[in-house]
């Protein structure tokens, strides 16, 4: 596609701190080239900000090659905007046009709380991983990679369910604000391979405990968060974990 | 992990509402097979002993109480999830993900199990209500269903308001058949599209039958 420049209004969520009530402010970025990416545009409207002596816009981002999970922007009604199976910062601005007004919003949900503009706290995950996202592994040398036979197609779908980058997309698409696409990635990935069995039935239950306990709604189905996962993660890990904890609650003694 | 637990978390609640919506599949089989003896050509013959087995045998009557602690569990759960889910989000969105990510009847499972509930009281009104009354609510003389249905269906808004009460099922039904299985967890891809499909066909099924029944009535096809 050919290269162009654009005019672009941007109606951004601006908020002091978790405690203050936040607003949408306008602004206007000129000359944005479509070759560059979302974040990079924001970087422009910050160079203009901090030109103006104004609060530049915070945003989380790190790796900007779409594989860390650390951005987050809710743009024009979707979790990393309008592209298919991406995060915001591959979101290039050729997915927009000369003179468009682009809406962007935090990931809204009370177990991601606002730090501040667009950055939101998602240590709720970090903490449900702490809860049982491990395994037990021996020390001393590293047991040869292929020791333990382990069929293809299990291979596959535990990585496809590993693929999963923690970016909370699910959460801010979800109308009940579960994170149940997230967990069921962590609890399947595990669960998939005989790596995860001695820790199996404790594992589901302890990070289910622990995602209710951060505040995160429930799931009921509706497949918004497979819809938008920059990582494709499949539904159907939802109702492995779910099999996974019918299990563990009718079998286990404890 | 005690019971309580099990039943209480998240993931538990799911459960529950899953296992008392394919409870309460297996009762609309049953009542629309039964109600389809309407369509015997004989004048409700067949409909009334029916009915009578259901009304008068102890075996229905003892399964009657396990089908409502099934509907409340269903009614009130839903309900608290509903309200529980909603209240995760202080903040709303200005623009919504919309239609694009999902479709508009699995995010409106708690509205359209309020207007079934609704239409449930009208129709407990209509016909088990006054029947058990007449029994004094154990194995009495019973009232004729028949001539009853024939009574109420002569209203146009009546016969208007059992469809739309129908539609929401059909609705509700189209999310929560498929719904119901995958929390129970059935993941395995050929199922998924089967019961998918089996869903989807249940559903319009369940509504057709349903709603030709006030119709057939109002039209006086039987």
Known sequence: ?254 | MTWKQVFTSSVGKKLVMGFTGIFLILFLIVHAGLNACIWAGDNGEMFTKGAHFMGSNWVPRILEVGLFAGLLLHIIQGLMLEFSNRSKRSVGYAVSYGNEGSKWYSRSMGLLGTLILLFLILHLYHFWLPNRASQGFLLGEEINLFEKMKLEFSELWVVIVYVLGCLSLGYHLAHGFQSAFRTLGIHNKRYNTLLTSVGYAFSIIITLLFAMMPVSFYMGWV
Request: aromatic share 8%; with cysteine.
């Open chain 1, 1 to 254: 596609m050919e290269h162009y420049n654009m005019n672009l209004n941007l109606k951004v969520w601006r908020q002091k701190n978790c405690k203050s009530k936040g607003e949408f402010k306008l602004y206007r970025v000129e000359n944005i080239s479509s070759e560059m990416s979302f974040l990079e545009m924001f970087d422009v409207l910050n160079e203009q900000l901090i030109r103006d002596g104004d609060d530049p816009i915070t945003f989380d981002h790190d790796c900007r090659e779409g594989i860390c999970g650390a951005c987050s922007m809710y743009i024009n009604g979707k979790p990393h905007g309008p592209w298919q199976a991406n995060t915001t910062c591959q979101l290039h601005m050729r997915a927009f046009n000369d003179g468009d007004t682009i809406v962007v919003e935090p990931w809204r949900a009370d177990a991601f709380p606002v730090i501040k503009d667009l950055m939101v706290d998602r240590s709720a995950f970090d903490r449900i991983i702490q809860a049982g996202g491990y395994i037990s592994v021996n020390t001393g040398n590293a047991v040869d990679g292929n020791a333990i036979p382990i069929p293809k197609d299990d291979a596959d779908a535990s990585f496809a369910a590993a693929m999963c980058i923690g970016c909370g997309a699910c959460v801010a698409a979800c109308k009940n604000s579960s994170a149940m696409l997230f967990l069921s990635a962590k609890v399947s990935h595990l669960a998939l391979l005989p790596q995860g069995a001695p820790e199996r039935k404790s594992r589901v239950m302890n990070m289910v405990a622990q995602m209710d306990k951060e505040g995160f709604g429930s799931c009921t189905n509706t497949g918004a968060c497979e819809a938008t996962c920059p990582k494709e993660i499949s539904i159907t890990n939802i109702a492995r974990l779910n099999k996974e904890y019918l299990g563990a609650g009718f079998t286990s003694d404890k």
